[in-house]
């Protein structure tokens, strides 16, 4: 199926969300997920709470088996594949396909919508705000997702299901909880996440609420990630999970730039951009292990050049990206990821496909990052249905794929 079909079949699939039977608005939080049967705390389920070597509980509900059992992974076939480049980047759906879609940007987001809903409304822990979404960083990041939708709908009410439990006691409860150091397990995932609510927050918003909690997060954060032993930042830069640290300084990064800290980002800078790490990371990480790896919910070498390209200035990051990459890239969306976690792959993969496209310009890559988007958000079943498995926080990660092709 071409990009450009598949785009009108999620906007039908868009209107009939919005329908009675659906509503897309925050005012209705059935929604489109799973009833929730989840009544135990975000610890006993999430495998975030341990360490991340842990098999997760919820990584074997959802998977598809072979004939031994095993668990697999299916990637889209090639002949419905959308992506339609040639080998000089020069991209054969041209730009009235991705004008189409920059149009339906809104209704995508609505479609998305009604889990992050449900769920953000839900208390399935005893965390003073964050408390739905079955886990902390699962909350937070439903949180930034409805202040998106908010943002590029018009539609208050999502700002308000946002809004509804961030009462100044809440608040200050929480800044209590992480100054205890009460959620180390949200440490570097679930506090980069953070990071990015905050940003967005003030920016959308203008309100300073989460500022408190944002510099206290910040400096725990930026302690964690400069206490790695070289091994363990090694091995950092290359996981696929909560470990991941690409995630971690590119929000440190972030915020430091947000709040004019500039000794933040400069640390930052140079855990990454001294040429020395990003000659040992190009030979450890390059752009063909993604085909080759798909493990988990982050894509290791993908959120890599995410940072890089989102932290050196667009002539560095193009001379590196056009040193990086492949002359024909080549990567295939997940159709039937094999476990829950993989069902987050297509989405965080668009994160770094698109950041790559905005500082190049190669329309491969724009074609792959519409690929991995509209292929998955044309499986709902791996994002708004299975409360326990998808619909808590997997439409977040199409959010944010979204989110960044607003920002100039």
């Not at 308000?160 to 959620?183: I, Q, R, S």
């Not at 300084?249 to 972030?254: E, G, H, T």
């Amino acid at each position: 199926m071409r990009i450009l079909e598949r785009l009108f079949l999620i906007s039908a699939f868009a209107l009939s969300a919005c329908g009675d039977d659906g509503g897309t608005s925050a005012g209705d939080t059935s929604g489109a997920s799973a009833t929730d049967t989840s009544t135990t705390d975000a610890s006993t389920t999430d495998a975030s709470t341990t360490d991340a070597s842990t098999t997760d509980a919820s990584t074997t509900d959802a998977s598809t088996t072979t004939g031994t059992g095993e668990p697999t992974t299916t990637v889209a076939p090639t002949s419905t594949s959308t992506s339609t480049t040639t080998g000089d980047g020069t991209s054969t759906t041209g730009d009235g396909v991705w004008e189409d879609f920059e149009a339906q940007r809104a209704s995508l987001l609505e479609t998305l919508a009604p889990p992050i809903v449900s769920c953000i409304a839900k208390v399935d822990t005893d965390h003073p705000v964050w408390n739905g979404c079955i886990d902390w960083h699962s909350s937070v990041h439903a949180t930034y997702a409805l202040h998106i939708i908010h943002e590029h709908t018009g539609d208050a009410s999502y700002l308000e299901a946002a809004e509804a439990k961030m009462t100044p006691a809440g608040l200050e409860a929480e800044l209590d909880n992480v100054k205890a150091v009460a959620y180390p397990q949200e440490i570097p995932y679930g506090y980069a996440w953070f990071l990015t609510l905050a940003r967005a927050r003030e920016r959308i918003t203008g309100a300073t609420d989460l500022v408190p909690l944002a510099t206290e997060i910040s400096t725990q954060l930026r302690d964690y990630v400069l206490d790695r032993t070289p091994a363990q930042f090694e091995a950092g830069m290359l996981r696929d999970d909560y470990l991941n640290l690409s995630w971690a300084i590119l929000n440190l990064w972030q915020w430091g730039q947000f709040t004019g800290d500039a000794a933040l980002a400069a640390e930052m800078e140079e855990l990454l951009l001294p040429p020395a790490v990003v000659e040992q990371f190009d030979a450890l990480c390059p752009f063909a292990q993604e085909e080759a790896d798909a493990d988990d919910f982050f894509p290791p070498c993908l959120h890599r050049a995410l940072a890089l390209a989102t932290m050196w200035p667009q002539r560095e990051a193009t001379a590196w990206l056009d040193s990086w990459l492949p002359a024909d890239p080549v990567l295939t969306p997940i159709a039937m990821p094999a476990a829950a976690h993989i069902s987050g792959l297509n989405f965080s993969r668009a994160w770094g496909l698109y950041a790559g496209y905005r500082a190049t310009g190669d329309t491969a890559l724009r074609d792959l990052y519409l690929d991995h988007l509209l292929t998955h958000i044309d499986h709902p079943e791996y994002w708004a249905e299975d409360y326990y498995n998808y619909s808590h926080w997997v439409a977040q990660f199409g959010v944010h794929a979204i989110a960044l092709t607003y920002e100039p």
